[in-house]
C-alpha cells in the first residue's frame, strides 16, 4: 500500500529564513508527485508537481522540489520564506491505482 | 486553474438523518473525483475514488453503505452521508482531475456537524 511521510508536524522560522519540508513515500513504481498548500481558511491549492523529467521541479511562489528517487523523497524547499508562507503544507503521491494520498501536513508558521 | 465547487459549505443535521455533498467541476471534465474527510489538525484522509459512470472504490475502513457516491456525471460527484452520527462530524473534501496523472483541484471543503 501506498503511505507518504512528512516528518516535520509543525515549523517555525523567521522572515528570510531557508525552508525545507521533509516528505518520503512509500511506492515502488513510477510516482506522480505533488505539494499543496492550505492558507488559512481557504482551500487545497497546488505548489508544485512532478510526474517526469528533470527530478528539480520549481513552482509558485519561488518554491522548488527536488526527487530523489533512490530515497523516496520529495522535500520541498523556499530559499527565504516571507510572513505570507504561513500555511499548512501538504506533500501528495499518486502511484499505480487511481487514488491520491496525502502525508499528515506541515504547518509552517513565519515569524515577521 | 480549473475551479472545484463543493456545496453546501457547512451543515448541521439530526442523528439519524441523511446528508448530501454536491461536487462540481465547472470549468472541465473531472474523469476522476476523490473524497476526503479531514479531521482537526490531521491531513486528509481519503474515503473513495470515483470515475464518472462506476463505482466508487472505497479505501479500507470507509463503510461503503454508509458513505454513498454518485459520480454520474463528468461535472458531478455526490456524497451521502447516510444515517449521520456526532462521530461522523468532520470537514469532508472533495478533488477533481481530469486525465490520470493531471493536477487535482480542491475544492472549499463541506463541515458537517451531527446533532
Known amino acids: 500500500a501506498q503511505s507518504v511521510s512528512q516528518h516535520n508536524h509543525h515549523v517555525i522560522l523567521s522572515e528570510a529564513a531557508s525552508l525545507e519540508l521533509g516528505c518520503n513515500y512509500s511506492?515502488?513504481?513510477?510516482?506522480?508527485l505533488f505539494w499543496y498548500v492550505q492558507y488559512p481558511g481557504q482551500h487545497l491549492q497546488l505548489l508544485l508537481k512532478?510526474?517526469?523529467?528533470?527530478?528539480l521541479v520549481k513552482g509558485i511562489k519561488g518554491f522548488e522540489a527536488e526527487f530523489i528517487k533512490s530515497k523516496f523523497s520529495f522535500n520541498l524547499r523556499k530559499p527565504s520564506v516571507q510572513w505570507s508562507d504561513t500555511a499548512e503544507y501538504f506533500c501528495?503521491?499518486?502511484?499505480?491505482?487511481?487514488?491520491?494520498?496525502f502525508g499528515t501536513g506541515t504547518r509552517l508558521t513565519v515569524i515577521p | 486553474g480549473a475551479v472545484v465547487s463543493q456545496h453546501p459549505s457547512w451543515v448541521i443535521c439530526k442523528s439519524g438523518t441523511s446528508v448530501k455533498i454536491e461536487c462540481r467541476s465547472l470549468?472541465?471534465?473531472?474523469?476522476?473525483m476523490f473524497w476526503y474527510r479531514q479531521f482537526p489538525k490531521q491531513s486528509l484522509m481519503l474515503m473513495a475514488t470515483?470515475?464518472?459512470?462506476?463505482?466508487?472504490?472505497?479505501e479500507q475502513g470507509v463503510e461503503k453503505d454508509k458513505f454513498l457516491i454518485n459520480h454520474a456525471s463528468l461535472t458531478l460527484s455526490t456524497l451521502t452521508v447516510t444515517s449521520a452520527h456526532p462521530e461522523d462530524s468532520s470537514f469532508y473534501i472533495c478533488?477533481?482531475?481530469?486525465?490520470?496523472?493531471?493536477?487535482?483541484?480542491f475544492g472549499q471543503g463541506t463541515r458537517l456537524t451531527v446533532v
Open positions: 478533488s477533481a482531475r481530469g486525465r490520470a496523472g493531471t493536477e487535482a483541484f
Open positions: 511506492y515502488g513504481g513510477t510516482v506522480n
Open positions: 512532478y510526474f517526469s523529467g528533470d527530478p
Open positions: 501528495a503521491v499518486n502511484g499505480g491505482a487511481n487514488n491520491l494520498f
Open positions: 470549468d472541465f471534465q473531472a474523469t476522476t
Open positions: 470515483s470515475n464518472e459512470g462506476s463505482k466508487a472504490t472505497y
